[in-house]
Nanobody, 116 residues
Framework: QVQLVESGGGLVQPGGSLRLSCAAS????????MGWYRQAPGKQRELVAS???????NYADSVKGRFTISRDNAKNAVYLQMNSLKPEDTAVYYC??????????WGQGTQVTVSS
């Protein structure tokens, strides 16, 4: 079993910044990627950004140039620095851990609200 604990969501004004953190614990030796997804009301969950143990990153087009994903392998943690936030970034953000077996684990989600 794997546990993912997220933190860092909240309310921010347009143009502001937030940093999300996610720490993984449990049986994680075969984890090869961590990432962030988000789900806005009435919409499907979508990939925001992901990063492999080797450091390869992938971003949704909508966040390129504004969001940065990083990872601390020693701490089994992943971070999402979100700058220049827009109202359309408002969603519940979920941490994801992907394993070579094809299994995925999810955090409980953290709300990000961008509003003036």
């Amino acid at each position: 079993q794997v546990q993912l604990v997220e933190s860092g969501g909240g309310l921010v004004q347009p143009g502001g910044s937030l940093r999300l953190s996610c720490a993984a614990s449990g049986t994680i030796f075969s984890m090869y990627a961590m990432g962030w997804y988000r789900q806005a009301p009435g919409k499907q969950r979508e990939l925001v950004a992901s990063i492999t143990t080797g450091g390869s990153t992938n971003y949704a087009d909508s966040v390129k140039g504004r969001f940065t994903i990083s990872r601390d392998n020693a701490k089994n943690a992943v971070y999402l620095q979100m700058n220049s936030l827009k109202p359309e970034d408002t969603a519940v953000y979920y941490c994801n851990a992907a394993f070579r077996s094809g299994t995925n684990y999810w955090g409980q989600g953290t709300q990000v609200t961008v509003s003036s």
